[in-house]
């Protein structure tokens, strides 16, 4: 066998570090037609992260930082029993460290970095928490996960948090948006490739990072991208917000003490936006950095399935209870639809609560029957209900030009003949039409349910509602656990 | 905003496992010219995997593991008290599990997950661990690391223990020969990304997986690539191999109990391959496996340098210990060499060791000097020793067609006038020329005088060449560390 070229520069290892072969490489970048050099933006970040602060955040950001932490608590406990967390906690204890922190709805207790990971699979179990439409990350997750697990080991204040909590948002989401969709198209996991950055960002904000242990952090982050489309279906897909928090904590931890990175990990010609995607559009991290802010954007899913099923859920419910509709008055229920809500969800007899996610026909069944979209709607005993499999043989969807794919046309025939229309433009739950608090609080008691005592999920709630007072952030990690 | 289509299908989450996706799917697939579908890989490299044996391992594999083993805890050695492994190991303390495994060369004890990612940094820290020329991969530091903390913690024998090694290491190679050289182009470090899969082969194979738990090992080991080539020359660089080892490590150990991922994480369309690479030849995968292996091919540096000054290095102490030269004796030093050659290591006048390790002159002289070139013949005391300073103005290297990147043509012109001259094909160290064990024990010797005291580095040294014979692999990790 004979060397290569590669192996000779390769095995050179710290070459590019030498002006010889920088030179080089500039000759090489040369090559094709003069581009503009990208700005510093790993640099330009890690300055803005650090010059932020709670008390210039605009209202809406302090306002949907603290849902976002509400509605990621919520998921959490939720998840916190399934197989999927039962698996990884039981597989970590023995290698586990201190316990310097505890898990939402459980009584073991780990060190920062496997509580991050594990309170972040437990987030992700559902598909139900917090979504940046616009990339389709999940932003609390890896950063919740990684900064809650560090508040309850160090104490810092509720402010202090938000503020990491919003920083670590933009930095994942504004990333992810300079190489969506083409990232997400070619198979990565955005939530957990972009969600490293995030933790690095919050956690090194709240260690006290110098701009140069930011940059060197955001690089180690770079480092450590997780996960692939197609995993989606499996535990892995769980997994992947988890170590995205843990990989972006191990980051800032390592930085903190001096560990060093490359100053342009995510900008430079074989940094990771380069090497991770075919679309870099350094303007969606630059553009009104501080004045606009992605965490503003942040959604919430009040029903636990697929968001194409979500306007056809919130009809229901609002001809249910507004119209006083009983289901067994329900003669045929028509559903104008795109054909996207079809080819996603056109299962017409699920058998269990999983295969329940992929049909519109069970979903507005549920709702009708229910008044709700839960995951205990999703469940084998929701959908093999009788008076559900009876409804939802009444449903019929027709695919129809016009009605977008986050849209439905709700006409219900009953069996007197009058019929109740209903057209849902923006579902419950949309930027347009957030969740507002009340319906916040229902989805996170009713997560929490059979989990957690009534009195101590809204103690939780209410924690997570003050953190702008809080002068321990890490008293809503205590409070979650089970039997606290 | 409006929704897209993407946040749809995305936030659908668990619709890519329903029939109606896999359909559309399928009928987007099919758009293209029709391509064969890949092979099962990810379940052909798990029942290969598990079925092998050292028993049945050839002699020529048998002997390279052994002394993969040997290269490589030597420069673990030899990297342990370097800065970065001091910075990481402070960072880690406070949140290490309980004391199950060493460091080499060191005191403090670690659980496995992060010895692993420890003695995998201390193991890359000169760029002196052993080369799979083909890729580029260094096979030993993400296995090795990880099969080795999990033998100190759980004894198994040395041939399990090389069996391990072997299966490990021809999993990262050849997944590496498979998407090489596009991957490593684009600006990934291959021995990262790569580098999770031999762990978790060699870790999975240790810890007894069943073929179901393998398949989900590898998938969860596709799903935490690590490493960036902008990160070479910073601590970074050390970091992969490292967290390459944890990570693989961690697959295995979710996959053991019962985590589960895809079963084709990595040839399936949006899977590994294809998502992080522009090539995919699935025969480096399946040709030969179990008759052909890849650590047959590893390579051991004998010099603490880029390969292209190899082969002046090699003639320098060839002419200065056979023909008797003198420093003091040359008059002149004239190499015919590749153009890379100045390309890459052309610094005339270096001041520091790393700066060193960029010089064709400075290589020469000290190796005339010294009569080597391991890590204290590239440090800033041999830089700036006046002797190798007057030597190093003596070298002539003039680019000349016909001689190759790994090779030279060296004539030294004594101060009477007579002249010696050396043509080096292959330089020590390579494939056609490998270093033989008495040159590996030499450099393992050298690497960790001052580390360890002589006899207990011989003590390590022969329980590596005893790995066949030992009862308990993790009995070479206590034997490394300090105080032993």
């Not at 957990?192 to 956690?203: D, K």
């Not at 690089?219 to 499996?234: H, M, N």
């Not at 999983?354 to 709702?367: P, Q």
Request: glycine residues 10%; neutral net charge.
């Amino acid at each position: 066998m004979s060397m290569n070229r590669r192996s000779l520069i390769g095995a050179a290892g710290l070459a590019l570090a030498t002006p010889a072969l920088q030179a080089g490489e500039a000759a090489e970048a040369a090559k094709p037609a003069a581009k503009t050099p990208p700005p510093h933006v790993t640099k330009i970040l890690a300055q803005w992260i650090l010059g932020s602060s709670y008390d210039t955040l605009p209202d809406p950001v302090r306002r949907e930082s603290v849902r976002s932490v509400l509605n990621w608590v919520g998921v959490a406990i939720g998840g916190s029993h399934h197989e999927t967390v039962d698996v990884a906690v039981s597989a970590l204890q023995p290698f586990s460290g201190p316990p310097q922190a505890g898990l939402f709805g459980r009584t073991e207790r780990f060190d920062i970095l496997n509580a991050a990971f594990l309170n972040g699979v437990s987030s992700h179990i559902f598909d139900f928490d917090d979504t940046h439409l616009k990339t389709i990350i999940h932003p609390a997750g890896p950063v919740a996960s990684a900064i809650l697990a560090y508040a309850e080991m160090k104490p810092v204040t509720g402010k202090a948090f938000l503020d990491a909590l919003v920083v670590g948002i933009e930095t994942e989401c504004r990333i992810g948006n300079a190489v969506y969709p083409n990232h997400y198209d070619a198979g990565w996991h955005i939530t957990g490739t972009c969600g490293p950055f995030g933790a690095a960002a919050a956690a090194g904000k709240l260690m006290g990072l110098t701009e140069q242990q930011m940059v060197y952090a955001l690089g180690l982050a770079a480092s450590q991208p997780v996960g692939l489309r197609e995993s989606f279906g499996s535990m892995n897909k769980s997994f992947n917000p988890g170590r995205a928090a843990s990989n972006g904590l191990f980051a800032a931890i390592l930085a903190a003490k001096g560990f060093t990175s490359s100053d342009g990990m995510i900008e430079a010609k074989r940094g990771w936006a380069n090497t991770i995607s075919t679309k870099q559009d350094w303007s969606e991290i630059t553009d009104g950095l501080g004045s606009r802010y992605e965490a503003q954007l942040n959604t919430y899913k009040p029903f636990a399935c697929g968001i194409v099923m979500h306007p056809t859920i919130d009809a229901a419910i609002q001809i249910r209870d507004a119209d006083h509709v009983r289901p067994e008055d329900i003669k045929r229920v028509d559903l104008k639809v795109h054909p996207l809500v079809l080819e996603l969800t056109g299962k017409t007899a699920p058998k269990t609560g999983l295969e329940g996610k992929f049909s519109i026909y069970h979903a507005a069944a549920v709702a009708f029957v229910e008044g709700a979209g839960g995951e205990k709607q999703f469940s084998d005993r929701a959908v093999n209900d009788p008076r559900v499999v009876a409804l939802r043989q009444k449903v019929v969807p027709v695919i129809t030009p016009g009605i977008e794919p986050a849209q439905v046309d709700m006409t219900v025939t009953l069996n007197d003949g009058r019929t109740v229309h209903r057209y849902i433009e923006h579902a419950i739950g949309s930027v347009e039409k957030p969740m507002s608090d009340a319906q916040l609080d229902a989805k996170f008691a009713d997560l929490a349910a059979g989990i957690l005592p009534e009195a101590q999920a809204k103690r939780v709630m209410q924690l997570c509602r003050s953190l702008p007072e809080l002068k321990d952030a890490g008293d809503v990690a205590r409070a979650g656990v089970s039997g606290a």
